[in-house]
């Protein structure tokens, strides 16, 4: 996953073309859905709709740009005053995608993969550095469960939240019985033997058939988009300063349609 | 040759002004060892001696000489040790590193260089010996407090160490959860390894004990396990008149958390100078019902009426609140936000907490931790006591002058809710005892408070 990961982002920012990233987005959609299931999905990219929504209309009020002017303000209004443009409004939308795509493309290693995965999937020199990690992450809960422990005690001892000071009544227990934690739990992996030599594995995540299949189509996709870009096929475009139709090419697309490779294998091996 | 071994043993912990052990001379040959003592006497101190985190991992100074194995622990690191001497802590959840129980269990052989496809069989070797076979497989946050304590202790023996090590093991469990752990630290010393166990519990192990080591003020006596006779307590005197007026009317609620519903239904009322205990498996909801009585959680269905007054809620974990200069000024800070009179030291000599009245409350023994805030939760004169596992960690003493406290705020017309699987603190002090199992709160049937 971290491939397709790698090989959607590259596309993403490397393009300017709004058709082009749209593919990328739309197969990072379909990718979750298949993944990790609509409903799971369904609040993040409610989330990344409104970041998106935001970030075309700051564009669209901020920069008074282009030729197609949709209406004006007068200029004597500070910030917003100037001519409104629909190249504004479309090179906002296209930094809307950008954003939203390079989100989903991420998303895998929090919504389909947990971090223990990850962690486990470090290369054999950083197996240290990854146990720390690991042992790490299992303190998170604790410190959630301990905020709201000492946030209610303190509340009824009287306590209420009045500026920033009065949050050292919470925030200073709360630190103070994490780091104890954190040094509890140093104390139980050295009791177990950790750091005294090179470690072995009980097992590493191995990679199967379909894994290599979905990296082969990730590399596969990143050279065929530089290839592209490089031949001239995928075609940069511009907002401004007209609006233009993006141009669209088979080739460059069809590395965005590789993208799609993890739902063909997952289909496959149900 | 002894298993271990201390002669004329002292140690200082950093800036410490007193040795945390004296002058220790003693033997451990195998069997089952039981460590005992009070709070804050050195007990876990001595532990840590045995697989070097002191003083490798904690520092300070010593004197005389400590062996396990034949291995002088101050010339061999923790880290080395471990594959000597499996070591078990008081806190299951703070001695997770991984997700899964396999791969918790395997983590110390992986430490250890053990080749990779031996680890299996060490792994299924070990869930064997700790009796958790079923857990294989398992997510470490599925598991109960007492299943997570015996993967620890699995994860100790994976090592297949010829010293177990066990800190009040059972101190943070329910009494399934702690019968479970102590059947297995009885059943690996009767194998042939040498298993110490500290703990509070003593009835539970003096049966099978070899040996009973006493740790008082630093220093070690030992004593024949046959010769020890469980302390004699006595209850204070019930309140003789009836209950007051009603501090507390639950009625027709519902309540639960992220979006999981936890009660239904419940029904409940609590009077002034009447103390009612709650019991119930880990899970049942006795949280979520003080955290109900306290005004903490909304009910999501029914009504929770409060007379106006003080509301001292103890949570379960209270030594999480300690954060000021001494415990003094923790008992203080309570007092002079409730706008009682009562002086600070009452309450701390009834605790027996005079001597560190003025010390860091951090720098305490876990005992004296949680009877410190005991005391800054408890001090004054709260209308409505919601207590939730007061005795957990507690020494007897500790707990029959927490009993003697309860027994003084009722007197004085508080209503008590305690939450608690301590069957001698129900026995002590409740008027009425609620079991809280799968949302419903019902009263208690004798068998169950037999169980």
């Known amino acids: 996953m971290a491939a397709w990961s790698a090989a959607c982002l590259f596309i993403v920012l490397f393009t300017t073309n709004p058709a082009y990233k749209a593919a990328v987005l739309a197969a990072a959609i379909v990718t979750l859905a298949a993944g990790a299931g609509l409903s799971r999905i369904r609040r993040l990219l409610f989330a990344i709709a409104l970041v998106a929504a935001f970030a075309a209309l700051l564009n669209f009020v901020s920069a008074h740009l282009g030729a197609t002017v949709l209406f004006s303000l007068p200029s004597s209004i500070p910030a917003l005053g100037g001519p409104f443009t629909l190249e504004a409004l479309v090179f906002g939308l296209t930094g809307g995608l950008t954003i939203a795509a390079a989100i989903l493309a991420a998303a895998p290693f929090s919504l389909m993969l947990s971090a223990h995965d990850v962690v486990d999937a470090l290369p054999r020199v950083l197996s240290r550095s990854g146990a720390a990690i690991a042992a790490s992450l299992n303190l998170v809960p604790e410190v959630a469960a301990t905020f709201v422990q000492v946030s209610e005690a303190q509340r009824m001892r009287g306590w209420r939240p009045r500026g920033p000071r009065s949050w050292a009544e919470v925030v200073v227990p709360v630190v103070l019985t994490s780091v104890e934690g954190s040094i509890q739990l140093a104390e139980s992996m050295e009791a177990r033997g950790f750091g005294s030599g090179p470690r072995t594995y009980v097992s590493r995540p191995r990679m199967h058939g379909s894994d290599w299949l979905v990296t082969a189509a990730s590399i596969a996709a990143v050279a065929l988009f530089a290839v592209s870009s490089a031949a001239g096929w995928a075609a940069p475009w511009f907002a401004y300063p007209t609006l233009i139709a993006p141009q669209v090419d088979g080739r460059p697309l069809i590395a965005c349609l590789l993208l799609l490779a993890p739902v063909l294998v997952w289909r496959a091996r149900r | ?451």
């Open chain 2, 1 to 451: 040759m002894a298993r271990a071994a201390l002669d004329r043993f002292t140690y200082w912990y950093p800036r410490a002004s007193a040795p945390a052990l004296r002058d220790v001379t003693f033997s451990i040959e195998g069997g089952l060892n039981v460590v005992a003592g009070p709070s804050g006497g050195g007990k876990s101190t001595l532990l840590r001696v045995f697989n070097g985190l002191v003083p490798h991992f904690h520092g300070g100074q010593m004197s005389g000489r400590a062996e396990v194995s034949g291995r002088s622990i101050v010339d061999t690191p923790t880290r080395r040790l471990a594959r000597d001497v499996g070591f078990v802590f008081q806190d299951p959840e703070l001695q997770t590193v991984y997700a899964t129980v396999d791969r918790e269990v395997a983590f110390g052989l992986e430490n250890a260089a053990v080749p990779g496809a031996e680890i299996p069989a060490r792994v299924e070797e070990a869930l064997e010996e700790a009796g958790i076979t079923q857990l294989a497989g398992r997510t470490m946050r599925t598991l109960s407090g007492g299943e997570r304590q015996r993967v620890a202790l699995a994860s100790a023996l994976a090592m297949r160490p010829q010293l177990v090590v066990l800190d009040e093991p059972t101190s943070q469990l329910d009494p399934e959860g702690a019968a479970l752990v102590l059947a297995a630290a009885r059943r690996i010393a009767s194998q042939g390894r040498t298993v110490i166990v500290s703990e509070h519990r003593l009835y539970a192990l003096m049966g099978a004990a070899d040996q009973l080591v006493m740790v008082e003020d630093g220093r070690v006596s030992l004593t024949d396990p046959r010769a020890w006779s469980e302390p004699r307590f006595t209850p204070p005197p019930s309140r003789g008149a009836p209950a007051g007026n009603e501090v507390v009317c639950v009625s027709g609620a519902a309540a639960g958390f992220d979006g999981r519903p936890v009660l239904s239904e419940v029904e409940l009322v609590v009077r002034g100078g009447e103390v009612v205990a709650l019991m119930g498996p880990n899970g049942g909801g006795k949280t979520t019902l003080l955290r109900l009585v306290a005004g903490l959680l909304a009910p999501a269905k029914g009504r929770v009426e409060r007379q106006p007054g003080r509301i001292a809620y103890l949570p379960q974990n209270p030594a999480a609140l300690l954060h000021r200069p001494t415990v003094r000024y923790e008992v203080r800070f309570t007092i002079d936000r409730s706008g009682d009179s009562e002086k600070p030291d009452a309450i701390l000599s009834e605790l027996g907490l005079t001597q560190v009245a003025d010390r860091y409350p951090r720098d305490l023994s876990s005992g004296e931790r949680q009877r410190a805030a005991v005391a800054a939760v408890l001090a004054g004169t709260p209308t409505l006591v919601l207590l939730d596992e007061p005795t957990r960690g507690m020494d007897a003493s500790a707990r029959e002058a927490l009993v003697r406290l309860i027994a003084r705020l009722r007197d004085r017309e508080a209503a008590v809710v305690i939450a608690t699987h301590d069957a001698e603190l129900r026995a002590a002090v409740a008027d009425r005892v609620l079991m809280v199992a799968g949302g419903r709160v019902t009263a208690a049937t004798n068998e169950a408070m037999r169980r």
